[in-house]
DNA sequence: TTCCAGGGGTAGA
DNA sequence: TCTACCCATGGA
């Protein structure tokens, strides 16, 4: 039995450069395939249902048609739910209309505005989106995939197949030594648990890390706090949640800064730092655009 | 064996 | 706060 249901957008939202603005649609309980592109997500639901959903771009209007085989019809409830799931994972709550403004005096920016990029794909909550940050560390995109597979088997599993994401209490639980045999993310593995233990011990609320009320500098203090996080880490999480003044530079930043700026010469992260200077609280996406510019206007 | 990847931690200045 | 140095894993 198929449900299918429609999400309207707002107006600035653009469903490819979204999905494509990293790697997180490669990342499971992600699912993502191309032609017509598509991503999917398996959630279990507040109501305990497990299931499996896709999202695509509708022709016509441009909103979102959302896809669930399942066994029973899924309730308005459910529908509303999963809407919800969307809009958060798909970021619909970002206003970068500041940041479009900024970057209308800057002419090689202008494609950013013409495809509507800026907004990145995140997880529905702040913990998955820090296990993966912490399984990006110091590790080829490759392996990365491959540790979060693995990580994500220990979710419940989906009806279908497939797993959702483990919570941290369930992470929490293992020993080290056996997450790590499961999950195979080297020291990475103390780190992550030391993470979902204080976040299933209560001792760690992450989530308000969300509230645009709380300050950057002190959530971004609050990340690098964390062990495993480092500069590139925090600044990389600062960006999931829609906070852009910290660079979160990266060997694929450096590498992209030194073939696009600086002649194919490797520059200071000094260099890098003053070069993004103008864009002020945005330059953690002016940077990250500049990684990801190829790969969204191929997409 | 060596090097590298979407680096991090720590000591010392 | 910044730098130098050492540390970790797994794959090529």
Known sequence: MTTEFTITTPPDFRF???VWSHGWCYLPPFTCSEDPLTVGRTQKLNDGTIIHFHVQETQDTGDLLVTNRNETTLTNKQQAEIAMVIAR???FD???SPFYTLIETLPTYGWITQVGAGRILRSPNVWEDLAKTLLTTNTTWAMTIGMVKRLVTLGEPAPNGGHIFPTAEQIAAFDPDTLNQHVRAGYRSAYLHQLASAIAAGELDVEVW????????????????LKGFGDYAAGAMMRLLNRFDQL????V????YAQRYNGGEAASDRE??????PFGRWRGLAVWLDVMQEDILSG
């Open 16 to 18: 490819l450069p979204t």
């Open 248 to 251: 979160g530079l990266d060997s």
């Open 272 to 277: 890098i730092a003053a070069y993004y200077e």
């Open 253 to 256: 930043c450096r590498a992209m």
């Open 89 to 91: 994972c798909l970021n």
């Open 210 to 225: 969300r509230d645009p009320a709380l300050p950057s500098n002190e959530v971004f203090k609050a990340l690098k706090r």
């Open 94 to 96: 970002a206003d970068l």
